[in-house]
């Protein structure tokens, strides 16, 4: 794949993944900018703390379409190759969008979007794992950081070592972003599904 293909295919990506669909819909339905809300950033999760569900679960579909959508468009119009690198674009517009001065949201389920592009078989036992160690732990953040981490293994098993390595960066990405619920979870301080944090966190790592 030469050169312009890869710049075309990433800044399909990047544009599609920067849409702040939580922004948004918060700002449509009247709630206010949700940057002003909890942790600050523009995800599903910090738009349930508006208590509107069904803008959160919006904002979710939303997040991760974008990143489906750019997969399988580069994919149909370009190849393989270009679908990957949209969605590592994708992934990227979504944690650093250019309209919100770089200040995105943390980019799972973007992510998992683009799972769903690449294998949706993957992507289904992404879920799975997720869901058994929630149900052990009772931690959201600690099954999507597991559950992340396994996903490259299970793509270079299942898939090829091109998809393993574009989760095995987009991994480290969402790590990165998550670097704020590790220090919970090695504090004990993270907040456990079903149970409100005593405060809502401060302008800290984007949710």
Known sequence: MDI????????????????????????????????????GNIGATNVLRTGRKGLAAATLIGDMLKGTVAVLLMHRLAGTNAGLVAGLGAVLGHVFPVWLGFKGGKGVATYIGVLIGVSWIVALMFGVIWALVAAVTRYSSLSGLIASALTP?????????????????????????????????????????????????SPAPKA
Do not use: C
């Not at 710049?7 to 948004?24: D, H, R, W």
């Not at 619920?181 to 005593?198: D, F, H, M, V, W």
């Open 4 to 39: 312009v293909l890869i710049v075309i295919a990433l800044i399909v990506g990047y544009l599609l993944g920067s849409i702040p669909f939580g922004l948004l819909l918060t700002k449509v339905a009247g709630t206010g900018d949700i940057r002003s809300v909890g942790s």
């Open 153 to 201: 293994v299970l793509l270079y098993l299942g898939v090829g070592s091109k998809s393993a390595l574009l989760f095995a960066v987009l991994t480290a990405i969402v790590w990165v972003m998550h670097r704020g619920n590790i220090q919970r979870l090695l504090a004990g301080t993270e907040p456990k599904i079903g149970r409100k944090s005593e405060a809502a966190p």
